[in-house]
């Protein structure tokens, strides 16, 4: 309702400089109205005109509304998740306990696998898992930071810091040789600037790594992987028009810790790598400099904690039924509720199938309903058979769980008499009730029924508060024509225009969002070719390479090669055929550069 209050006073405002030209105009009238020129007398005639400003300001707010409808349906066919709300996401752990020691085999806890923590007001938040998880008999012993062992590299000279990670096996009946078939996701578990710079080192300054298991060996490089930036990792559902450059950016500005993570895939970094039930350990070489005190007291700190093993994100989203809706044929819209008591502690996020049942000759008859935006109606083998949603945000306000109504719409103009009944299964989530969940309880924060293989599902972040798409009136049409842009646009040596772009998609509007985009200073294009290899022979491609250079300052505990990778990715999605785009940091001020990500072309690096 805050939103109707400008119109209101807008509208006395109107009617109290018309009525004194009214006064002066009309003195006779206006004294039997009991009307001066700048105030009413008469009590009943101000509640007159009160009542009549209010009703003149929904009508000009519901004009004023409609015309958003155009770029809400054009919005929910290019990019259907812009408009949805950003559900609660947290970071959960499978953790073991006693059965990890009897455990004889790997089990796989699947992603989209369900979770549901404590009673809040009597109602259960419930989760699902982004991932999968492999579970495996092994425990991380230790996380330490040594300076004492230096070895020779013969590309990299001398490396003088080591980044030693001992796992412990927990069943010595266990064939540890299988964990090379396997891979093992580490999350960085620390605060900002002591994890980004565990992050940062164990993906880009590990020069030489040691495994110890049977025997020592030796590899060049990390052995690490990250992992988050793929469009099967996203944290939301994705649909066939879902654009995964955006999702990238909605993800990270949400939610940065869902990039926290790091692959180890054995077998694919040392396949002669031989294990036994005395455990091993990965030992990541680097150049440390000394001087850099910052760096010395965070790493110092690293402790087995540092590290968690067998982590996924989750998010609260679940499945519900809509309560059965009755065409009457006396309104065009239909409220649509989650067939829940608890109405005010669950939102729905999305529509997942329309189902029309109707009773025709002692039959039961059941025809599904497409959304009525969509760009693959000539797709559907139906009679065109449709339905629209709009969502009422003064209704959100005072009354959540009605702010959804929907609309069905026959092409055809069948006749719909008779008991019609529609039904429809929803994506819901539980609003801003997962924020209120107390976690670090030492029995569990998530609980299910049916797994096995672990004692306890705890949750290492505070769940996040439920975000919304906030943008009205001539912002929206600013937003389609910003998401049009590709990426050359974009990078056309104006940052302006980027910081623009980027922000689009910052749904927290935090402060510290805010200094991160306003951290870039100049974006600065230029064509570039890179060699390939190909059969029978190398080849050269052309493409564009992009040079941002940023403020460092703005980047305080903030993975700057993070930043640049996920860059990478957004812009690599918008790379045209046979091109590629590349991405460098650099310094505003000492123009050095700071990271250059690998070319890329689409989802795959250029090889």
């Known amino acids: 309702m805050d939103s109707l209050l400008p119109y209101f006073e807008h509208e006395l405002s109107l009617f109290n400089k018309q009525s004194k030209e009214f006064a002066k105009k009309y003195p006779k009238i206006a004294n039997r ?27 000009n707010k519901k004009l004023d509304d409609s015309y958003s409808d155009f770029t809400e349906s054009l919005l929910e066919v290019v990019y259907p998740d812009y408009l949805k709300p950003f559900p609660s996401v947290s970071i959960a752990q499978f953790n073991l306990g006693v059965q990890g020691n009897a455990m004889s085999e790997a089990v796989l806890a699947p992603k989209q696998s369900t979770f549901a923590t404590q009673k809040i007001n009597g109602t259960p938040c419930q989760f699902q898992s982004t991932q999968d998880v492999t579970l495996l008999p092994i425990e991380i012993d230790s996380v330490s930071f040594e300076t004492r062992q230096e070895i020779y590299d013969n590309q990299h000279g001398l490396l003088n810091g080591c980044i030693s990670i001992k796992f412990k096996a927990l069943n010595p009946s266990f064939d540890y040789q299988a964990l090379l078939s396997h891979s093992l996701d580490l999350y960085i578990d620390e605060d900002a600037s002591q994890g980004t710079s565990l992050w ?22 990390s052995p690490f992987e990250i992992i988050g930036f793929a469009p099967e990792q996203q944290v939301l559902p994705s649909h066939r028009v879902s654009n995964a450059a955006s999702a990238l950016l909605k993800e990270y500005f949400y939610f940065p810790e869902k990039f926290n993570f790091l692959r180890l895939n054995l077998g694919r970094a040392c396949p002669n790598l031989k294990i036994d039930s ?18 010395l007291k965070n790493l110092q700190q690293l402790s087995a904690s540092s590290i968690k093993l067998f982590c996924t994100p989750v998010v609260n989203l679940f499945k519900a039924a809509a309560k059965p809706i009755q065409v009457t044929h006396r309104s065009v819209y239909y409220d649509l509720v ?17 189902i029309e049942s109707k009773q025709s000759d002692n039959r039961l008859i059941q025809r599904e309903y497409h959304p009525f935006y969509a760009l693959n109606h000539y797709e559907q083998q139906d009679e065109g058979r ?4 709009k969502r009422d945000k003064d209704m959100a306000e005072f009354k959540q769980g009605f702010e959804y109504q929907i609309m069905f719409v026959e092409k ?45 599902l705890s949750l290492l972040k505070q769940p996040t ?56 200073v100049a974006v600065e294009t230029s ?38 990778h996920l860059l990478a990715h957004v812009f690599g999605y918008h790379a045209s055929l046979n091109s590629f785009v590349e991405v460098a940091i650099s310094d505003a001020v000492t123009k050095e550069e700071i990271y250059r990500c690998q070319p890329r072309s689409g989802l795959s690096p250029l090889i």
């Open 412 to 456: 055809n103009r069948e006749d719909l008499s008779g008991a019609v009944s529609m039904s429809a299964s929803l994506l819901c989530t539980n609003r801003d009730l997962p924020a209120q969940v107390i976690f670090g309880q030492s029995r569990g924060d998530l609980f299910s029924e049916g797994m096995t293989g672990f004692s306890s």
């Open 338 to 354: 989650p067939d829940t008591r608890a109405l005010f502690q669950h939102e729905i996020y999305e529509i997942n199938k329309v």
């Open 465 to 520: 508060r439920t975000a919304r798409f906030e943008y009205t009136g001539e912002e929206r049409w600013r937003l389609i024509s910003l998401i049009s842009l590709n990426f050359l646009s974009l990078a056309a040596q104006d940052a302006e225009l980027m910081k623009e772009y980027l922000s689009l998609y910052d749904i927290t509007q935090s402060a510290s969002n805010k200094l991160l985009v306003e951290g870039i």
């Open 278 to 295: 005395n455990g091993f350990e990965i030992r990541c070489y680097f150049k440390f400099d000394k001087k850099n005190t910052i760096r």
């Open 386 to 389: 449709y339905y629209h949603i």
């Open 200 to 221: 940062d080192l164990l993906w880009c300054d590990v020069k030489q790594t040691h495994l110890h298991g049977r025997q020592v060996n030796k590899i060049t490089g």
């Open 33 to 59: 109205l009991l009307m001066g020129h700048d105030t009413v007398d008469d009590p009943h005639i101000e509640r007159l005109i009160q009542a009549f400003s209010l009703i003149s300001a929904r009508i």
């Open 527 to 564: 064509i570039a070719a890179r060699r390939i290899q190909r059969l029978p022979q190398p080849g050269f491609v052309r493409g564009t390479v992009i040079d941002i250079q940023i403020n460092q300052k703005n980047f305080a505990g903030v993975s700057i090669r993070q930043f640049a």
